[in-house]
């Protein structure tokens, strides 16, 4: 079996970005090699949405380097968003993380999470306390090779078995058309969004949906409702609300939710999805479209009721 390279995520904030950069120079002959990837947040490409992003790389990531600092502790999103879920996933075994001291500050104590960890330099000396700051980079290189090679080397012995559970027919037969409320126009200027291979918990189909900052409704689905995602012109989801919390952040908004459909085929090919939805919406916009309301005139001029609206398309999912 090829040996594929280890994925490192770097969380750190941008006051750093020298040391960070030293510490890329350091790593530079295990990327040459093909040992690891690094991905950093400069990398996104112009245009992208920041968060889903960022928080894919960091969910698909096999090590997070956390670098700290003070300006580390005081980053909200260092410190809460990507140090939270990091830590999530070292817990849960999906991913290591590796603390690495850049400066003096106080991490050193319970109300830190990663304070349990084994952390870098030697001894936790910081990196600017260090009479040569390359040999302090040098031991920290050294010790993320021998993590990178035990990762490696695990998932050569132990490849990680198919993680996205297939929709059973069973399944799609149990979900109850009355609960097909929504619709919502989906975004991505990469590419396909919602991929299952690229969100937080594959095995159970389950990811965070996300409004904009500015969007609307976000907060309309309750618990058990079903909304259907379409994107590029295509039905790409439906999906079940799993809880009524709303997770806001500088970007945008978050709601837990489950796919209870998704087509098992090329989404390039996918009908246009007039075809599936027997109407064409008309808004560009990311916001929730009710179908019970007045306002939404492309559904009513094409759909008589929403009850023969529902039941269409709980035939179109069960018979796809």
Excluded at 53 to 75: C, E, G, H, P
Excluded at 160 to 169: A, D, G, K, S
Excluded at 240 to 255: A, P, Q, Y
């Amino acid at each position: 079996m090829a040996e594929e390279a280890v994925k490192i995520f770097y969380s750190y904030s941008r006051r750093d970005l020298e040391m960070r950069n030293t510490l890329e120079d350091h790593l530079a002959g295990l990327r040459r090699a093909r040992k690891i990837s690094t991905w950093h947040d400069l990398e996104l490409e112009a245009g992208s949405e920041r968060e889903p992003n960022i928080l894919n790389k960091l969910n698909t990531a096999d090590i997070i380097l956390l670098l700290v600092s003070r300006n580390f502790i005081a980053s909200d999103y260092c410190f809460g968003t990507e140090m939270k879920r990091a830590i999530e996933r070292h817990n849960s075994g999906e991913a290591r993380v590796i603390p690495i001291i850049l400066r003096p500050c106080d991490w050193n104590h319970p109300d830190v999470p990663f304070s349990k960890l084994n952390v870098l330099p030697t001894y936790a000396k910081p990196i600017t306390s260090w009479a040569d700051q390359d040999e302090a980079f040098t031991i920290v290189a050294q010790r993320i090779r021998e993590t990178a090679d035990q990762l490696r080397a695990k998932k050569i012995v132990d490849p990680p078995p198919t993680l996205v559970q297939p929709i059973t027919r069973k399944e799609l037969q149990k979900c109850d058309p009355a609960k097909i409320l929504f619709i919502k126009n989906v975004k991505n200027p990469e590419g396909w969004a919602y991929l299952l291979d690229q969100r937080q918990q594959p095995e159970s189909r389950t990811f965070e949906l996300m409004w904009r900052l500015g969007s609307h409704g976000f907060q309309t689905p309750v618990t058990g409702d079903l909304m259907i995602l379409h994107q590029r012109a295509k039905v790409t989801h439906v999906v079940e609300f799993l809880s009524n919390e709303v997770r806001k952040t500088d970007t945008g908004f978050f709601r837990q939710v489950k796919a209870v459909w998704i087509p098992e085929q090329d989404w390039s090919q996918l009908p246009h999805q007039k075809e599936f939805l027997g109407f064409s919406p008309r808004y560009a916009d990311g916001n929730t479209h009710s179908l019970k309301s007045p306002g939404f005139t492309t559904f009513h001029e094409a759909w008589s009721n929403l009850e023969e609206f529902q039941n269409h398309i709980a035939n179109e999912i069960q018979q796809s």
